[in-house]
């Protein structure tokens, strides 16, 4: 069931934002090998950019992105290691509630362990300091 099964969430968010990505006419390119930082590269205006894809989920009106990986070490217990932009250049998020993909920016992930995206008004009506995920 995917929905407990954190591979199957990553293979299904990088197939909806490859898939996005080609409807847009952009170039997709995959990487020989696996567990690299990136999972993918997009050609976007004639330039070649590192794509990180993650499976994020909605709850109140925000997507929350968890900006790191993790493994096992059997000396270390778990290890976790942000995004940074010397490693990748864009995150691309697929949401499975909004059925949407989202592309951001090293900007809003560079050093963070993770970002929310707000799709819907706050309920305090705050404006400042929001990520909109319609930007």
């Known amino acids: ?4 099964d954190p591979n199957r969430k990553g293979n299904a968010a990088e197939l ?3 898939a996005e990505a080609g409807k847009l ?4 390119l995959y990487p020989l090998t696996e567990h690299g930082r990136a999972d993918l590269v997009l050609g976007i205006a004639g330039k070649l950019y590192r794509v990180q ?4 989920n909605c709850k109140d009106g925000v997507i929350r992105v968890r900006l ?6 059997p000396t270390r217990g778990y290890v976790n290691s942000k995004y940074g932009a010397a490693e990748i250049d864009l995150i691309a998020v697929y949401c499975g509630d909004t059925a949407r993909c989202y592309l951001v920016p ?3 992930f560079d050093g963070r362990a993770a970002l929310y995206l707000r799709v819907a008004p706050t ?3 705050q404006r400042a300091a929001l990520n909109w995920a319609s930007d």
């Open 25 to 28: 006419g952009l170039e997709v």
């Open 106 to 108: 090293a900007e809003l």
């Open 1 to 4: 069931m995917m929905e407990h």
């Open 68 to 73: 790191y990986s993790s493994y096992h070490s």
């Open 123 to 125: 309920k305090n009506k």
């Open 53 to 56: 894809c993650k499976w994020a």
């Open 16 to 18: 909806a934002i490859a």
